[in-house]
């Protein structure tokens, strides 16, 4: 069998762009006693996968010039020679974007197939709902009746926040940058405003707006203008969850903007910085209870799919121009078993 393999080329300046990726082909391996061989079945493209790209210090290595770019991938075992993994048996891990993978077991996760669609295991039960999961609920602390606005709202992450929300009994706003996610957030998910930042003419004006009580609660994905205007609305005691910044993940020189200091100073706000792995002693806790409200109906939840092991790299530029809906993936092939 011939094996595909997705490799940084190079280094992005600003905005990557498909000259970025190359796409090479060799056979594929056989495997040793204690490895399996792995179909990737599902492929994750995620915004954090933009700084990995950069050859800067941070909280995970860089992805290295000439070699596989890594991601969360659901995967098929087709052969086996690990005793705990047996053919058939389906698993989740940090994998690199190749069709074909010979790996030694470690880190992989098994996946109960019937329990939810394999796709969920990269979403709402994987990285981006336990994200959603400790930054709402272990930063922000939600209250009944609280005010609880979300930026990237429509997105993998912001999708689920805006949901348990709603579950603590809070009024929550969403700030996506299309109508139809407006509508989708709204009319599908139960959030109670969305903000359309792209149609929007004065931002800090549609903030104050959909939260005359003061924000309480303040889930930040994207960083940039739009957080400074809900800086604007904080309340006395809030609190902000920093999840992302996708605002400055492609800039070439420091951004500049308001100084959040004062006012975090003035009205005793905490604002805190997490990597979802801050949490890891606490996934299995976290996964069961997003399972559960999911089975019970309590959790909705969109994917934006794109097929064909080369539509990755275009599925991860879309993320940079918010074309997706909730999480996107690459469905690379069906089971064998």
């Known amino acids: 069998m011939k094996n595909k393999t997705i490799i940084l080329s190079s ?3 600003g905005t990557p762009t498909q000259d970025n990726f190359e796409f090479t082909q060799t056979d594929v391996a056989t495997i040793e006693e204690g490895e399996v061989l792995l179909k990737a079945l599902y492929i994750s493209v995620d915004p954090y996968m933009r700084g990995r790209m950069s050859d800067v210090k941070s ?3 860089p992805y290295e010039v000439g070699k596989p770019i890594m991601g969360g991938v659901v995967a098929e075992v087709l052969e086996s020679k690990n005793e705990k993994l047996q053919k058939g048996a389906v698993v989740v891990g940090n994998l690199p974007w190749q069709q074909y993978v010979v790996h030694n077991g470690k880190g992989l996760n098994p996946i109960d197939p019937d329990m939810a669609p394999l796709s969920y295991h990269l979403g709402i039960l994987g990285m981006p709902g336990l994200t959603a999961y ?3 609920l272990h930063i922000g602390q939600p209250k009944e009746g609280e005010t609880v606005v979300v930026s990237g709202a429509a997105g993998a992450v912001g999708t689920v926040v805006g949901q348990i929300a709603k ?3 809070c009024r929550v706003v969403g700030i996506a940058g299309s109508d139809d996610k407006i509508e989708y957030l709204v009319n599908e998910l139960g959030f109670d405003e969305g903000i359309n930042y792209k149609t929007t003419v004065n931002i800090n004006e ?3 707006k959909a939260c005359p009580d003061g924000v309480d609660v303040y889930f930040d994905n994207v960083g940039g203008e739009i957080s400074d205007a809900v800086y604007h609305a ?6 902000i969850a920093i999840c992302g910044q996708i605002a400055f993940y492609n800039n070439t020189s420091p951004a500049t903007g308001l100084r959040v200091e004062p006012i975090l100073l003035k009205k005793s706000v905490l604002m805190k910085g997490f990597i979802v ?3 890891t002693s606490e996934f299995g806790h976290a996964a069961k209870e997003l399972t559960t409200w999911l089975q019970e109906g309590k959790l909705q939840y969109q994917e934006s799919v794109k097929e064909g092991f080369e539509q990755i790299p275009e599925a991860f530029l879309g993320l940079f121009s918010g074309e997706n809906t909730g999480k996107q993936l690459v469905k690379v092939a069906e089971r064998e078993v």
């Open 206 to 208: 549609a903030v104050a």
């Open 11 to 13: 280094r992005p300046k």
């Open 167 to 169: 579950l603590k009994g």
């Open 59 to 61: 909280y995970v290595a």
């Open 234 to 239: 904080l309340n006395k005691f809030s609190r």
């Open 277 to 279: 792995n801050d949490y």
């Open 134 to 136: 400790f930054g709402l």
